[in-house]
């Protein structure tokens, strides 16, 4: 199912993966209010529940804010009651094995009416900007637990745009904030709020696109929360410890996922200047 918002002419807020970190989620919809950026404008590229401790509460204030979110990997597989979260990791892995406890946790903590509003999620979702045509995918646009990096190589992200049929990706699911230029087209990922970016610090990521009379500002921003808080339901749920404290110190419990590129930018906390997308860049159809 796709999801079309027609044409945006005003500010976009963009996240992904609040992870079930209820006090992350309510941060992001305080700024998003503090912006004057209304749930109409704002969308969330999936995984709303995943290693934190509060599915259920993170779930319905998700639901009731009326904001927009795309199916994620783990909406598909908890609206269906999979045995897995279907997130893409190779099995035996610790991501793999730390991934059966926090579903687990997930399915037996959900309510029936959170997992039907999961189902109903679109799988893609669709607008323009500035005369962009963008479209909003979980992991790509051939796969919805496809992990897209910012190492991924070009090719890989130009045949996923090609694919789309779009100027622009939105994604989520590798869990790091980035915006390249693809030739003349454009992947961008607003990160997770959820978890930190894997650079040494606690903070999350979302970001704006904001059309002007150039093109279109993209802004990634950095959201600070109450992480200690999170981190403490973690553990008093019994989830892997490492996920606390991964909240508490900025790296992920293992990044065997990803490419070497971007493992060796471990602990190398991120800086972001706004950058514009001219609109004299149009892209040609695909």
Same mark, same amino acid.
């Given at each position: 199912?796709?999801?079309?918002?027609?044409?945006?002419?005003?500010?976009?807020?963009?996240?992904?993966?609040?992870?079930?970190?209820?006090?992350?989620?309510?941060?992001?919809?305080?700024?998003?209010?503090?912006?004057?950026?209304?749930?109409?404008?704002?969308?969330?590229?999936?995984?709303?529940?995943?290693?934190?401790?509060?599915?259920?509460?993170?779930?319905?204030?998700?639901?009731?804010?009326?904001?927009?979110?795309?199916?994620?990997?783990?909406?598909?597989? /908890?609206?269906?009651? @999979? $045995?897995?979260?279907?997130? %893409?990791?190779?099995?035996?892995?610790?991501?793999? &094995?730390? *991934? +059966? !406890?926090?579903?687990?946790?997930?399915?037996?903590?959900?309510?029936?009416?959170?997992?039907?509003?999961?189902?109903?999620?679109?799988?893609?979702?669709?607008?323009?900007?500035?005369?962009?045509?963008?479209?909003?995918?979980?992991?790509?646009?051939?796969?919805?637990?496809?992990?897209?990096?910012?190492?991924?190589?070009?090719?890989?992200?130009?045949?996923?745009?090609?694919?789309?049929?779009?100027?622009?990706?939105?994604?989520?699911?590798?869990?790091?904030?980035?915006?390249?230029?693809?030739?003349?087209?454009?992947?961008?990922?607003?990160?997770?709020?959820?978890?930190?970016?894997?650079?040494?610090?606690?903070?999350?990521?979302?970001?704006? /696109?904001?059309?002007? @009379? $150039?093109?279109?500002?993209? %802004?990634?921003?950095?959201?600070?929360?109450?992480? &200690?808080? *999170? +981190? !403490?339901?973690?553990?008093?749920?019994?989830?892997?410890?490492?996920?606390?404290?991964?909240?508490?110190?900025?790296?992920?419990?293992?990044?065997?996922?990803?490419?070497?590129?971007?493992?060796?930018?471990?602990?190398?906390?991120?800086?972001?200047?706004?950058?514009?997308?001219?609109?004299?860049?149009?892209?040609?159809?695909?």
């Amino acid at each position: 199912m796709i999801q079309d918002l027609g044409t945006i002419d005003r500010p976009l807020l963009l996240f992904g993966g609040p992870y079930g970190n209820l006090e992350a989620t309510r941060a992001l919809l305080a700024e998003a209010a503090r912006l004057g950026i209304p749930p109409a404008r704002t969308i969330c590229t999936g995984d709303i529940v995943a290693y934190c401790a509060d599915a259920q509460a993170t779930s319905r204030l998700v639901m009731e804010s009326g904001i927009h979110v795309v199916m994620g990997n783990c909406e598909e597989s /908890l609206g269906m009651a @999979a $045995d897995a979260c279907g997130c %893409g990791f190779e099995d035996g892995s610790a991501c793999d &094995l730390m *991934a +059966a !406890r926090w579903y687990r946790h997930a399915l037996e903590t959900l309510a029936p009416a959170a997992r039907a509003w999961m189902a109903a999620r679109p799988r893609f979702i669709r607008f323009t900007m500035a005369g962009r045509r963008f479209l909003v995918v979980h992991g790509a646009a051939s796969a919805i637990n496809r992990f897209v990096f910012p190492a991924t190589s070009a090719a890989e992200k130009q045949a996923e745009l090609a694919l789309a049929g779009v100027d622009a990706i939105v994604a989520g699911h590798s869990g790091l904030p980035f915006t390249q230029n693809i030739g003349r087209r454009l992947w961008h990922n607003p990160g997770a709020i959820g978890l930190p970016a894997n650079d040494g610090t606690p903070r999350v990521w979302y970001s704006v /696109l904001a059309p002007s @009379a $150039d093109g279109i500002e993209i %802004g990634h921003r950095p959201l600070g929360y109450d992480h &200690l808080t *999170a +981190a !403490r339901k973690i553990r008093a749920a019994g989830l892997p410890a490492a996920y606390a404290e991964a909240l508490e110190s900025g790296l992920w419990p293992s990044d065997e996922i990803m490419p070497l590129a971007d493992r060796a930018r471990r602990g190398q906390a991120l800086a972001f200047r706004d950058q514009l997308w001219p609109t004299g860049l149009r892209a040609a159809a695909a």
